[in-house]
């Protein structure tokens, strides 16, 4: 059975830093392209980042544009766990945050993905 659980989701101020986990089981971890998504009430979940599995890509790291600079996406496949620095931190970053796990190469699209966690809320107030 695979499951995915994030943590590290909390209230922050603008400006501030976080750094989410997604620990996975389950799953040959270093064969599947991992990312995340965020989520707001009334809106689609939207891509953030991605981190291609442990081949030939290895590390490839894709961005969303509205967190280039700012995110960074980072797997330890000794740990099963993968992680998102998130720095300098905006309002509208508020969302909640899943990490999604897929055995194929790297998508921006969500239905392509094969699991999903339960997701952690990150609230960055102004």
């Known amino acids: 059975q695979v499951q995915l659980v994030e943590s590290g989701g909390r209230l922050v101020q603008a400006g501030g830093s976080l750094r989410l986990s997604c620990a996975a089981s389950?799953?040959?971890?270093?064969?599947?392209?991992l990312a995340w998504f965020r989520q707001t009430p009334g809106k689609e979940r939207e891509f953030v980042s991605g981190?291609?599995?442990?081949?030939?890509?290895?590390?490839?790291?894709f961005y969303a544009d509205f967190v280039k600079g700012r995110f960074t996406i980072s797997r330890d496949n000794t740990k099963n766990t993968l992680y998102l620095q998130m720095n300098s931190l905006k309002p509208e970053d508020t969302a909640v945050y899943y990490c999604?796990?897929?055995?194929?190469?790297?998508?921006?699209?969500?239905?392509?993905?094969?699991?999903w966690g339960q997701g952690t809320q990150v609230t960055v107030s102004s």
């Open positions: 999604a796990a897929r055995n194929g190469v790297w998508t921006t699209h969500l239905s392509e993905y094969d699991y």
């Open positions: 389950g799953l040959t971890f270093s064969s599947y392209t």
């Open positions: 981190i291609s599995w442990s081949g030939s890509w290895s590390g490839n790291t």
